[in-house]
């Protein structure tokens, strides 16, 4: 039996981990898309599709199933959105999500939608890891070592620091826009 589990994973983390460690004692392979591949470099998605994809293929590696990572771009129409995540992947028995968009798109195109239980929710999210990145809080562990390897071979921290920074007078910072003082 395939899966198929969606996440931007920006970054992949902890949570995800875990619950992908769930999903591989379920299925025989894995398909893992990368949501909103399209996006990059931006404070909410500061890492490109491949870089996440090196994220999330180092950090399962040791997991006892077939995983394939494929990149899926946003499409703004949510009642085509499983037809083109279906396209993009290989085929799936059963998709994995706990988000309600997500469950109900796929349930409405007939696909079996399970849910699996999150983890320490609180503190294992993207927006949470990016913000202790950019305060520069412990993030590193919160998330498989691959990441971390990734993150620093990548610069990743210093990349949201400047995608997070502002060109407007008396902000956070200032670009290559900005007037030098």
Do not use: C
Not at 95 to 109: D, M
Request: net charge negative; charged share 25%.
């Amino acid at each position: 039996m395939r899966g198929f589990y969606i996440g931007r994973f920006q970054p992949y983390h902890n949570g995800h981990h875990r619950m992908i460690e769930e999903i591989a004692g379920e299925v025989d392979e894995l398909v893992l898309g990368i949501g909103s591949a399209g996006d990059s470099h931006s404070p909410r998605n500061p890492f490109t599709a491949g870089e996440r994809i090196m994220m999330v293929t180092k950090s399962v590696a040791d997991f006892d199933v077939v995983t394939y990572a494929v990149p899926i771009e946003d499409l703004d129409r949510n009642s085509v959105w499983v037809s083109h995540v279906q396209s993009m992947s290989p085929t799936f028995d059963v998709a994995y999500s706990n988000n309600p968009l997500v469950i109900q798109l796929f349930r409405e195109a007939g696909v079996e939608v399970r849910q699996s239980p999150m983890f320490n929710r609180d503190v294992l999210e993207g927006t949470e890891l990016r913000e202790r990145m950019l305060s520069g809080a412990d993030w590193r562990s919160l998330v498989p070592d691959p990441v971390v390897g990734v993150i620093d071979e990548i610069g990743g921290i210093e990349r949201i620091q400047r995608v997070s920074d502002t060109d407007t007078n008396g902000g956070a910072g200032s670009d290559a826009t900005s007037d030098p003082e």
